[in-house]
């Protein structure tokens, strides 16, 4: 499946996509506007690959991962340190003093 990426949010035909696996800071918290600025300077206006099952939703976002040349965007948040592997149970900004450890 290949999204071309628009506007404020990552779209699918009116759908948000929500990054599968990672976590970025919240609005407003330290790094927000850094993973902010990464993710719209290396996705805005492509027209990108995305993985996921399309039946696999987070409220009203689809939850997929984006490849950019078939590598994982998310993998490269978490190699700048713009984000951190998400598992189940991790809350919202918990522990980003540990991130990239």
Same mark, same amino acid.
């Given at each position: 499946?290949?999204?071309?990426?628009? &506007?404020?949010?990552?779209?699918?035909?009116? *759908?948000?996509? =929500?990054?599968?696996?990672?976590?970025?800071?919240? +609005? @407003?918290?330290? &790094?927000?506007?850094?993973?902010?600025?990464? *993710?719209?300077? =290396?996705?805005?206006?492509?027209?990108?690959?995305? +993985? @996921?099952?399309?039946?696999?939703?987070?409220?009203?976002?689809?939850?997929?991962?984006?490849?950019?040349?078939?590598?994982?965007?998310?993998?490269?948040?978490?190699?700048?340190?713009?984000?951190?592997?998400?598992?189940?149970?991790?809350?919202?900004?918990?522990?980003?003093?540990?991130?990239?450890?």
């Amino acid at each position: 499946l290949y999204v071309t990426i628009l &506007g404020r949010r990552r779209t699918f035909h009116d *759908t948000i996509i =929500r990054f599968k696996d990672v976590d970025t800071p919240e +609005r @407003g918290k330290p &790094g927000y506007y850094d993973a902010k600025g990464h *993710t719209y300077d =290396r996705l805005m206006g492509m027209t990108i690959k995305v +993985r @996921g099952d399309h039946t696999e939703m987070n409220g009203d976002r689809w939850v997929a991962i984006p490849l950019i040349d078939g590598q994982s965007f998310c993998q490269e948040l978490i190699d700048l340190n713009l984000a951190r592997r998400w598992y189940p149970g991790i809350k919202p900004d918990e522990g980003w003093n540990n991130i990239g450890q």
